[in-house]
């Protein structure tokens, strides 16, 4: 395939998004109205269509030429580099923004683009009567056109520019019925909690250029030997670039204890919480850190802290989840817990070279899968959602697979999918980060850590079989039962919002089974800059863990189904029994109320302090500086009389003030 | 040689120099036309903005056909034209296109607002045609007579044209004033050009640096050399001469008065484009004086001086918009002060070019033309965009005062927003062209603090002054947007689609655009560097 072609179908991936966005926000309000979708839904097609282009086709066919196992550590894989345009070039500043495309961002853009098509043709049903349709889909566009760059992105600088605008859109869709006064709240829970990541990304930012030098991911990234050198220049700074990184994907990635934020943005439509709260940017965590694996390979300290940090997360969700009545923020709160898995594989790098790059793949394996499983779940809740009148609380409805037969069946194999059964999506990714981390077990130096957080995960496997199940059982088992909301007849979803159900159902049925055992993901996904392939004879498939996670996921649900379907009374007896523990869960941990009490009544107390500081000293202080110039404009306005004579003065005064100085000076 | 010959040779020259002459010939013809036609009694039939528009149209092409081949590298080699009184080279091919362009856009601009009634129009465009071609030869210039008959050429006019509005008692005074400065400061410049010309026995600029180092190395020798001092006083009275048309401090006085008194298209088009030839002159004459051995620190020593004076300058032009309440007096005073942070380019220029190292620092040098090329191309759209509307809200509300402009966004948005982008960019903001400006020339005059840590100062100067002058800008963006319209003042119904808003509009977009898209501009502009400085990049 041509040059040209290439750099055509790499700009247009986020090109054709962003016109969606200026057209719709443009012409939406007045012209498109509840046609606003079809710019969307044909910028997102065009991304899609040139995504897989991009997967299967250029890529694949730089990458017999790039391939050269021989030079372990720098090897840069195929990639696609296109210069957009060179902004500034003064002195040494060189702004650029460039386009860059390898393996990993091929996989993210084309997981991203398909579930947003997806989700916007599911959105055009269920926002069809909201005043603000055009503002939902231009906000939409903005979001997918703000993701395609974060992992098009090829420096640093660029990156957070996109980081900080898929926030923003995220805070504008978290809003988006900005009349509801939780939503509004959400909104801003989520700026600022996202805020403590973004000061540890741009930290670890600023150190890489001090260290570095450079921006640029090749630069910095591909060349171990360069890392090494740096880190021998200055002992322990990659160690805390990775920590700041890492805090940065932690706030967008949603970990403990930044992952309050999260559950309240579920205030927002259920698309986007499909699009952006499941599926996408809620990865962009995972990537950053997958991104930067050459980094956190030099830092097994902060690997470990990855892996730690991901197993409380992954924890303490399921666990919260077990308890909330929410249907939405049961799958938000599995989302929470997903994301932990995923950072738990990705630290096992720690414990030998040779986990590395199974611990990547394991992690963007299961980021891969669960964007299909986790998007088709928050669908099917938006369509039970949809049907009941906007009511959610579990406890207000149930029995509704009679009156909702596709959300049902759609919804189980999500549920499946999540819970890890045997064959689905999730069975195949969760049983390869089960696997990497037994093998971390292993390893001498950190074995007995691996073992703790391999037990963890284990346990909160089990824990989401009974969570995702035990919502799956209370919505659609049981005694019909309807929410007043609802009226009569509750409707199944219209033909519009069912067949992306179905599609995604499909791919949280097949997609693992398809690339997960046939190792086509591991191998596309390892010519990524930084990581080393693995040969082919030692990959194999981990039998004992997958029995041991077919059993796990089982008992989970069999548990669900006995409390919840057979004999209905027990989880009643269970919470009363040990009401502490459950009101801790329900509680969420009083998360939100630590945090408050630790961080946001200090802060508060410190932003009045620094009111007061401002208005007496600080608005003193600006005040007089803004009277300087207003005072010293009278000194000018002095000289000019209007009387041509004094001007004349002035003029002869100067011209001999500066003949006297040429003749003393010389 | 033989009369024969020489009227031979002086053939060959004209012929060969003509071609290169035709942008300045074809506005000459135009002057001729229209008058013609007054006198005809033609303008009756075909009115004379069409005339000058054409005329404009034509010259812009020819200058834009030679401005294109300036992307080719190498294409415009350095020839001497007319026995060697002017210079055609990439710098003059810049300004001219640079200066036709203007020319084109303020004849636009005149023609939408209807400044000139149609019975002046014809003496109005035959003043506006004369000064541009003053202009043209002001950036041309490499003989030191020359350089006195284009600044002449350009002010006379000018005299003229800020007097064009009668009966208006403003005005009258304004070009009055205009005329009595002129006039010192031309008396001044003339004894300037005289003491360098006598004392180095030529009026040619290419030959003024070769026979300063013979002066230099001859007699007493070095800088008390008595015949260095002449010169270095020459020197400074030229550049007093100039310091008038560029209306930098104490040689700015007239400039308020003047705008004042003028109407706002003549105003727009003396804040840009005679500042604008009377840069290149500078840039033509301290190039002239530059790399003479033994006087490389007199030259410096003028570099810090104007460095000196555009720190003044600056200053003095921002405090005093302050206070104004004048829409043109403001943006006279904010003229003043982007006088200011262009001669900073010219001083970092001097110094960096004089200074021991100068072989190192080719690229610096450029960048620090580059810079002030960039930044006046800059300037013209984006000071042109504000003065027209100024303009177009006077054709409406008849008044030049901040306060007629209240609440305007409510009645006019393009108007208003054109008016942001222009301001924001007069202040430096990024994403547009005024920052990329600002940049390349505060860079330029950091490196030159290298060489004399003087040049720091101004950077800093320049770097406050910036903030400074938020102030004053934001204040006038703040009374379009943010107060109501006064319900008795009159309605400035412009809407989006007229040729009112299109001609604004098109401003704002390449204001926009030497923003973004840097690269547009500053490459030509680094190559006319290159032509001038005679300094490849390395």
């Known amino acids: ?666 | 040689m033989l009369f024969t010959d020489l009227i031979n040779s002086l053939i060959t020259d004209t012929t060969q120099s003509i071609p290169r002459f035709g942008v300045e010939l074809c506005l000459s013809a135009t002057i001729v036309l229209m008058l013609l036609m007054r006198l005809s009694g033609l303008d009756r039939l075909i009115p004379a903005c069409l005339t000058a528009t054409v005329g404009a149209l034509v010259a812009t092409f020819l200058a834009y056909k030679q401005f294109d081949a300036l992307h080719a590298k190498d294409a415009v080699v350095t020839t001497h034209i007319f026995t060697g009184l002017l210079v055609h080279d990439s710098f003059t091919v810049f300004f001219r296109g640079f200066l036709a362009l203007f020319l084109l856009l303020t004849v636009a601009l005149t023609s939408l607002t209807g400044i000139p009634d149609e019975e002046d129009s014809p003496d109005f465009y035959s003043l506006l045609f004369g000064a541009t071609i003053g202009m043209m030869l002001m950036a041309s210039a490499n003989n030191l007579l020359m350089l006195f008959i284009g600044v002449e050429m350009t002010s006379v006019p000018s005299y003229a044209m800020v007097g064009f509005l009668k009966g208006r008692k403003v005005s009258s005074e304004a070009a009055l004033k205009y005329v009595v400065y002129g006039a010192g400061a031309a008396g001044v410049m003339l004894y300037g050009i005289s003491l360098v010309g006598g004392v180095l026995g030529t009026t040619d600029m290419s030959l003024l640096s070769q026979r300063l180092a013979e002066a230099a190395a001859g007699g007493s020798g070095g800088l008390k050399d008595p015949e260095v001092r002449t010169v270095a006083l020459g020197t400074m009275l030229v550049m007093v001469g100039l310091a008038f048309k560029l209306s930098l401090v104490p040689f700015h006085f007239w400039c308020p008065d003047a705008f004042e008194g003028a109407s706002a298209e003549v105003a727009g088009f003396l804040s840009v484009a005679s500042k604008a030839g009377a840069f290149g002159l500078l840039v033509r004459f301290c190039l002239a004086l530059s790399g003479a051995k033994g006087t490389e620190s007199l030259m410096i020593s003028f570099g810090l001086g104007l460095g000196f004076i555009a720190c003044i300058t600056t200053t003095f032009g921002n405090l005093a918009a302050y206070t104004q309440t004048n829409l043109k007096r403001l943006l006279a005073y904010s003229t003043i002060a982007h006088a200011g942070y262009m001669v900073m380019a010219v001083a970092a220029l001097l110094v960096l070019k004089n200074s021991p190292q100068a072989a190192t620092l080719t690229e610096n040098i450029n960048q620090s033309i580059e810079g002030l090329l960039y930044y006046l191309v800059v300037y013209l759209f984006m000071n042109l965009g504000a003065f027209a509307v100024i303009a177009i809200a006077r054709n409406y509300t008849f008044s030049e005062e901040v306060d007629s402009f209240k609440g305007l966004i409510s009645q006019s948005p393009t108007l208003c927003i054109v008016m942001l982008i222009c301001m924001f960019s007069l202040v430096g903001m990024p994403p547009f062209g005024g920052f990329v400006g600002k940049l390349f020339i505060f860079a330029s005059a950091f490196k030159a603090g290298e060489v004399h840590g003087f040049m720091y100062v101004v950077v800093a100067f320049g770097a406050l002054n910036t903030v400074f002058s938020l102030v004053y800008y934001i204040r006038v963006l703040r009374t379009m947007f943010l107060e109501a319209r006064p319900a008795d003042a009159r309605p400035v119904p412009v809407r989006l689609v007229s040729w009112e808003s299109a001609f604004v509009v098109t401003l704002a977009v390449f204001v926009l655009l030497l923003g973004v898209l840097p690269h547009m501009m500053s490459q030509t502009a680094n190559d006319a560097a290159q032509a001038i400085a005679q300094l490849p990049n390395p």
């Open chain 1, 1 to 666: 395939m041509s040059e040209e072609i290439q750099q055509l179908v790499l700009w247009l991936i986020p090109v054709a998004p962003l016109a969606s966005a200026v057209i719709t926000a443009l012409l939406g309000p007045k012209l498109l109205r509840y046609k606003s979708h079809l710019p969307c839904w044909s910028a997102l097609a065009v991304s899609f269509v040139c995504s897989l282009i991009l997967l299967l086709k250029i890529l694949p066919s730089i990458g017999s030429a790039a391939v050269d196992p021989g030079e372990i550590g720098t090897f840069a894989g195929p990639q696609v580099l296109v210069s957009g345009y060179e902004w500034l070039n003064v002195g040494d500043l060189h702004a650029n923004i460039e386009l860059r495309a390898d393996s990993i961002t091929a996989i993210m853009l084309s997981m991203v683009t398909g579930v947003s098509l997806l989700v916007s043709m599911f959105g055009s049903g269920y926002m069809s009567h909201d005043l603000g349709y055009p503002r939902f889909f231009a906000a939409v566009s903005m979001f997918v056109f703000s993701m395609c760059m974060l992992v098009l992105s090829g420096s640093f600088a660029l990156l957070f520019v996109f980081w900080e605008a898929v926030g923003l859109c995220s805070y504008l869709l978290i809003g988006f019925w900005f009349q509801k006064p939780s939503a509004a709240a959400a909104a801003k829970k989520a700026f600022v909690v996202n805020r403590i990541g973004d000061f540890g990304l741009i930290m670890g930012i600023f150190l890489i250029w001090t260290n570095f030098g450079s921006l640029d991911f090749v630069t910095v990234l591909s060349d171990s030997a360069r890392i090494a050198a740096v880190e021998v220049k200055n002992p322990g700074v990659i160690q805390l670039i990775c920590f700041c990184l890492f805090l940065g994907a932690m706030g967008k990635s949603a970990q403990f204890p930044l992952q309050v934020w999260l559950p309240d943005a579920m205030e927002g439509p259920t698309p986007v919480s499909a699009l952006i709260h499941a599926a996408t940017m809620v990865t962009a965590g995972v990537y950053l850190v997958a991104r930067c694996t050459p980094l956190f390979v030099m830092a097994p300290n902060a690997q470990l802290a990855v892996s730690a940090i991901g197993a409380a997360t992954a924890a303490i969700a399921a666990l919260t989840a077990l308890t909330q009545m929410d249907l939405k923020r049961v799958l938000a709160y599995s989302t929470v817990s997903q994301l932990g898995f995923m950072f738990m594989a990705l630290g096992c790098g720690a414990a030998s070279a040779e986990l590395v790059t199974p611990a990547v793949t394991a992690g963007m394996f299961h980021l891969f899968t669960h964007a299909f499983f986790k998007a088709l779940l928050f669908l099917a809740a938006g369509s039970v959602m949809h049907a009941m009148g906007d009511v959610i609380d579990m406890r207000r409805f149930s029995g509704l697979k009679h009156a909702l037969p596709i959300t049902h069946w759609t919804f189980l194999v999500g549920a499946a999918a999540l819970a890890g059964v045997p064959l689905l999506a999730g069975f195949w990714s969760k049983d390869d980060i089960l696997a990497v981390l037994a093998e971390a077990s292993h390893s001498k130096e950190h074995g007995l850590f691996f073992g703790v957080i391999w037990a963890v995960a284990t346990g909160t496997a089990f824990l989401t079989a009974f969570y995702t199940f035990r919502a799956y059982f209370m919505t659609f088992c049981g005694p019909e039962k309807f929410p007043e909301e609802a009226g009569h007849h509750p409707h199944e979803a219209t033909p519009i919002m069912a067949w992306p159900l179905r599609i995604l159902a499909v791919c949280a049925a097949l997609i693992g089974l398809a690339v997960g055992p046939t190792h086509l993901f591991a191998n596309y996904l390892q010519k990524t800059m930084g990581l080393t392939p693995v040969p082919p004879e030692s990959q194999h498939l981990h039998w004992g863990v997958m029995a041991l996670s077919s059993v796990v996921a089982i008992a989970g649900i069999g548990l669900a189904w006995m409390f919840y379907v057979a004999s209905p009374k027990v989880p009643g007896a269970i919470a009363s029994a040990m009401k502490p523990l459950y009101l801790i869960s329900q509680g969420k941990f009083f998360l939100d109320e630590i945090l408050k009490a630790l961080v946001v009544l200090p802060l508060v107390g410190i932003a009045k302090l620094a009111t007061v500081f401002d208005r007496g000293v600080i608005d003193c202080i600006v005040d007089s500086i803004g009277a300087i110039p207003r005072a010293l404009s009278s000194i000018p306005r002095q000289f000019h009389t209007g009387v041509v004579s004094s001007y004349a003065g002035f003029m002869w005064a100067g011209v001999v003030a500066a003949v006297v100085l040429v003749l003393t000076m010389f």
